[in-house]
């Protein structure tokens, strides 16, 4: 019984959250402002990526979860002539899973996974030394948004404003698919 009333406020925390994220209206990123390095050294062209879908992913290079890359990289090969930025943001705030160097992850994605997509330097995605980005991206989605794991995926629209986010565990799959053909498609920026 204790077990069923957690469960059901847990539901309706969840849902509030939500009904919160989308009454309160996403601020859209300005991408000619942000800020990010790539993992071979100097700024990304972040400003390229206006008008574009961008799915921002935190990664890891030993995760469970690690083989996503693969999908990764074709969903970037796939979309890349339609708008879609793929941005893996290695991080090691999740299990001690990536603690490697910028120089030894980007070897390491290059050489297993033939990564081609872009990838910032390693940061912090989560409280409160998160970089800027994920901070922004916590304040537009809520608890329900925040990386909880690695390659947790948050797709940005066109226009600058979250579409959806996807966790770990939802891995590469059709919805993700869909979600990407969906911000593709649709007008703004």
Known sequence: MKVLRMLAFAAIGALLSSLSWA????????????????????????????????LLVNTASLCGFTGQYKGLEELWRRYRDRGLVVLGVPSNDFGGQEPGSNAEIKR????????????????????????????WAAAQTGALGVPTWNFHKILIGRDGRIVEWFTAAGGMGPKLERAIEAALDAKGA
Do not use: M
């Open 23 to 54: 009454q309160a209206g996403r601020e859209p990123i300005d991408w000619t402002k942000a800020s990010l390095d790539s993992i071979g050294g100097g700024p990304l062209p972040t400003a390229d990526w206006k008008g574009k879908v961008v």
């Open 108 to 135: 390491f994605c290059e050489a297993s996974f033939d990564v081609t997509f872009p990838l910032a330097d390693k940061q912090v995605v989560t409280g409160a030394n998160a970089h800027p980005l994920y901070r």
